[in-house]
């Protein structure tokens, strides 16, 4: 099975299962949980079902695209269910099945893993999904996001595409997957790939980025202030990637990158905080939804 | 005929490393609470997998114990009136106990006869009290606990069906929206749904729908399939216990198979080879007879053996995978010097108050340096400790450290030795990380050891110094283990330097280095206290009594081999009847001395021959006392001591220490001050309780 028919098998699947199919947020970020869907979406009463695709960068990771297992930016397919469904292990076996993967056939377990990034303040505890000994999905009950508990739980189950497709394709190197017929992932990324590593530890420019990292930071703290949540939000994401590619670069010096990190971390909080009071101020929309 | 209970929590997949102490927690809670509720058995059996926690309860009885008790009343006098009617004392107690009068007998309770009634409590039906497992499934703890869906209850993970069975019967309870059935689950994908007739039914209706409910059984099936793979294969596997402990706990139906990888592998240092097996995919590796590893390994799948060969191939891969990247960092490490590695460590941060990696391995350098100087080591020595310590840290910044964390100072090892380092340099950056737990291995070299001690004084001086002191189970710094582990490697190699001097040079250096955070104030407040408490710690554990470590550690923290050699000494002594006067008289002058801070002694001024005697013994047991302590002849230096007993009675029986005379009085005291500076300077003999034994 190709990628392409691999992720049209799986929003088929999530989607039969009443998930929202989105498509990816479009601003850059280095990971799935990260997009507004999942981070803020899984805070507070409401229900939430969504599923989707996200390319995630991390730019530290992008090796020139000569390494075979890893990348500047690989893709996530994100389901997100809130509260946590009872059959829910039982759902995700089913899109395994779907996307051809016979359990009698294999070794599925279930293996503990306890998530936590402390940027977003943000933990939860789970496992890693192990097809044959290799990890191919994260799997985690939200227990607190933005510092905040999570209540009603969501679940969160993280594919890891390029992973998953290496198996189900048998290609020992990433770049030898197959996207869609007549297309591999070589074609499509080698590229940027090559583009990018060289732009964040060559190329980048350091005195830009430091000054877009303050005016994000800026930008987010004036917008929160006057309440509009989202396009906070997008400004902390921009502070997040602007912060990776300066990591990424060897810029940030020791005693200061904890104070960025905490600075990221102070202003995700405060939205998280700010999100859940305008959805109460707005009386839950979702939640009367339900009841009707 | 006897009857049969079952209980059985499912649950989705328990972390590994919890389940043993679950299921012990569910003998010992369910044992106790039949015990409590009178209700016998025959057995109790418990069992665990990592989908179900269960216990099977044998020839249960049909009810309660019932139990006669005997309830004492009044005294007779009270209980009657002078013409032998009960009083209303009496009614009152039958009519409480549920009795009356004419329940009413008598027995004499140590010369008074009281009234007395025999109580009978009617033991309750069995199947009413069940229900109760309730609580016992709520009460077993977990390392960590989690909440799912909307629910508010916490548990190890989420909990999806519950069996309770009291023969056929169904034992009606619910938990966090679960209610009890006769249903249960086989494997995920081999097995069906099961409903089970009877409790006794249960091991073999799981084995059909493969489960292996008991897992001392899943541990002799692994351990035969490793077996028959050795015969197979003709090589070794060495079992490591704690990785089949983990292996049985992660299948419900083990089957064993045999991997391979590629045999240009096997020129990777084996650590990374065996860490790659052991700690990231769980398989055993594999050896020849001479105790070589074999490209091979051995796995444990959950499942039957139905396309083995798919899953053997899978888990080849992610090997190959894993290898590749040791490959591949082993190589591009190899291609830098030791210099590029050092300069990395300049911009990585140790702990943000403290500086970075590099400027911590310059305070390691200096501090070895030091120690090297106390314990007088030769220079060429030293020249080799220094360049161990400047080298301890730089595997931290190669890529096998950085994806293998678990290897460092074993890279740094291979690392420098194939970077040409003297080879005691090379053993001593894989040492200094030694002893990595409390009653772990300590450094074998010298060079190992220096530097060793030297990075965790720099830690814990640091870590104080900042504000990180340990708090209750809070240390995230480990400083307590680090403080042990000094105190382990000064008392392993006799060291005759005191701990508190290791501390002090510490200190010093941190003093001439003028860090912007250090407070001073704040190492001066606490580092004693937390010195002293891990010397404390050290002696416990070699089972000191607590007075005795205070005599020793109150005063001074002296050289930590003597601290032990005295508590030795101390606890033998103070069991010996003949050391009860001798306490006794080295005591009473420790409290007396106390009042005076007069050392000078003037034989001109004794006016009785029993002070003289006193002082002219002294002399006499302080000098060979010090030639003793100098030989670290430890016994023999308190066999000195304990020569002053005897005069020192005689001086109390003849002399009046407070005497009027001023210049009799502090001349006497200040002999006195001066045999207790000399006591002192082994133990606080005050703080020693006498033991008497009969």
Redesign the interface.
């Known amino acids: 099975m190709n990628i392409q028919n691999m992720i049209l098998t799986l929003q088929k699947f999530w989607s039969e299962q009443n998930c929202i199919l989105m498509q990816a947020y479009d601003v850059e970020k280095g990971a799935g949980t990260m997009s507004p869907m999942t981070l803020l979406r899984s805070l507070g009463p409401e229900p939430w079902r969504v599923a989707y695709v996200e390319p995630s960068r991390r730019p530290a990771d992008g090796r020139y695209g000569e390494n075979p297992n890893r990348l500047y930016q690989h893709h996530q397919f994100q389901v997100i269910i809130k509260p946590s469904p009872d059959n829910i292990q039982d759902l995700y076996l089913e899109s395994l099945q779907a996307l051809g993967i016979n359990p009698l056939e294999h070794d599925i377990r279930f293996v503990e893993d306890n998530w936590e990034n402390p940027t977003l303040g943000a933990a939860g505890l789970g496992w890693e999904v192990w097809l044959d000994g290799m990890e191919i999905t994260q799997f985690t009950y939200f227990q607190q996001i933005g510092g905040l508990e999570a209540s009603p739980v969501t679940v969160e189950l993280t594919y890891g595409i390029e992973r998953l497709a290496s198996y189900i394709q048998d290609k020992e190197n990433v770049f030898d997957l197959e996207w869609t017929d007549g297309f591999t992932y070589k074609d499509i990324f080698k590229q940027p790939e090559y583009e990018h590593s060289t732009y964040t530890f060559e190329e980048s420019n350091v005195d830009m980025l430091f000054q877009l990292f303050s005016m994000y930071e800026e930008e987010a703290q004036k917008t929160m202030e006057k309440g509009l949540i989202f396009p906070a939000y997008d400004y902390v994401l921009k502070c997040s990637h602007t912060f990776n590619l300066l990591d990424a670069r060897g810029v940030i010096s020791v005693t200061e990158r904890t104070g960025y990190i905490g600075r990221i971390r102070n202003l995700a909080r405060n939205i998280a905080k700010a999100y859940v009071e305008e959805r109460e101020r707005l009386g839950f929309p979702m939640l009367k939804k339900e009841d009707k | 005929m006897a009857k049969n209970v079952l209980f059985e929590i499912g649950l989705?997949?328990l972390?590994?490393?919890f389940i043993d102490d679950a299921e012990k927690q569910l003998k010992v809670k369910t044992t106790s609470w039949l015990d409590d509720l009178r209700i016998t058995y025959s057995k109790i059996e418990t069992f665990s997998t990592?989908r179900r926690l269960a216990v099977l309860i044998h020839d249960i009885a049909e009810k309660q114990a019932t139990i006669e008790e005997e309830a004492k009343g009044p005294a007779i006098k009270i209980a009657q009136d002078d013409q032998g009617n009960w009083s209303k004392a009496a009614v009152g107690f039958t009519k409480g106990q549920g009795k009356t009068v004419d329940d009413i007998y008598t027995k004499d309770v140590k010369g008074t006869t009281y009234i007395f009634v025999n109580k009978v409590i009617e033991g309750k039906l069995t199947g009413s009290l069940l229900p109760e497992f309730k609580n016992i499934i709520e009460s077993i703890q977990f390392g960590?606990n989690?909440?799912?869906?909307?629910?508010?209850m916490r548990y190890v993970?989420?909990i999806?069906w519950m069996v309770a069975l009291f023969e056929e019967e169904i034992i009606p309870f619910e938990i966090a929206g679960v209610q009890t059935s006769n249903v249960t689950y086989g494997h995920?994908?081999?097995g069906k749904e099961v409903v089970l007739r009877n409790p006794l039914d249960y091991k073999l209706e799981m084995k059909n729908n493969f489960v292996i409910v008991d897992s001392n059984v899943r541990e002799k099936m692994i351990l035969e399939g490793i077996k028959q793979a050795e015969e197979k294969g003709n090589f070794i596997v060495p079992i490591d216990q704690d990785l089949l402990d983990e292996v049985r706990n992660?299948?419900e139906y083990p089957t064993v198979f045999i991997g391979s990888f590629e045999k240009e592998f096997l020129k990777l240092p084996s650590e990374v080879l065996v860490t790659s097996m052991k700690e990231h995919?769980r398989y055993f590796p594999v050896k020849s007879n001479t105790g070589t590893l074999l490209p091979y390994f051995v796995?444990v799948?959950?499942?039957d053996s139905?396309?083995l060969e798919?899953?053997i191939?899978?888990?080849e891969?992610?090997?190959?995978?894993r290898l590749?990247?040791g490959q591949?960092f082993f190589e591009e490490d190899q291609k830098n010097s030791v210099e590029f590695y050092l300069d990395k460590l300049n911009?990585?941060?140790f702990q943000?108050k403290l500086?970075?990696i590099g400027e911590k391995v310059s305070r390691v350098v200096s501090i070895s340096e030091k120690i090297a100087q106390s314990l007088n080591i030769d220079a060429e020595v030293t020249q080799k400790i220094i360049r161990a310590a400047q080298l301890s840290k730089f595997d931290l910044m190669t890529n096998m450290v950085n994806e293998f964390t678990e290897l460092q100072g074993t890279m740094g090892e291979k690392y420098a030795r194939s970077f040409g380092e003297d080879e005691s340099v090379a053993i001593a950056i894989r040492e200094h990380y030694m002893p990595t737990s409390a009653g772990g291995e300590l450094p074998e070299t010298l060079v190992g050891a220096i530097v060793s001690v030297a990075d965790k004084l720099d830690t814990i001086v640091g870590c104080i110094g900042v504000g990180l002191k340990p708090t209750g189970s809070q240390d995230p710094y480990g400083l307590r283990r680090q403080a042990t582990g000094i105190l382990r490697i000064a008392n392993d190699r006799e060291w005759g330097i005191p701990v508190a001097d290791l501390f002090k040079l510490t200190i010093e250096l941190y003093e001439s280095l003028d860090l912007e955070h250090v407070d001073f104030e704040v190492i001066k407040k606490e580092l004693h206290a937390f010195i002293q408490q891990r010397v404390a710690f050290v002696l416990k554990e070699r089972g000191i009594e607590q007075d005795i470590i205070q005599a020793i550690t109150s005063h001074q923290i002296g050289i930590m081999s003597d601290m032990v050699k005295k508590a030795s000494i101390l606890s033998a002594k103070r069991n010996e009847a003949s050391f009860k006067p001798i306490q006794e008289a080295l005591v009473r002058v420790l409290n007396l001395a106390e009042k005076t801070e007069e050392t000078v002694v003037n034989p001109e001024y004794f006016e009785t021959d029993s002070e003289r005697d006193l002082f002219d013994i002294y002399e006499n047991v302080q000098a060979s006392y010090q030639e003793l302590i100098v030989q670290d002849n430890l016994e023999g230096a308190f066999s000195a001591l304990e020569k002053l007993a005897e005069p020192i009675h005689l001086f109390f029986e003849n002399n009046m220490v407070m005497a009027e005379n001023e210049q009799l009085r502090k001349n006497r005291l200040a002999l006195l001050n001066r045999i207790a500076i000399l006591v002192n300077n082994f133990a606080d003999l005050n703080a020693i309780e006498w033991k008497q034994h009969f």
Do not use: C, H, I, Y
Not at chain 2, 146 to 152: A, H, I, L, S, V
């Open positions: 989705e997949e972390p590994a490393r990592p960590k989690m909440r799912w869906g909307n629910g508010t993970r989420p999806r995920r994908f081999l992660l299948v995919q796995g799948r959950n499942g139905n396309a798919t899953v191939k899978g888990n891969k992610v090997l190959r995978a590749s990247d591949f911009s990585v941060v943000v500086g970075t």
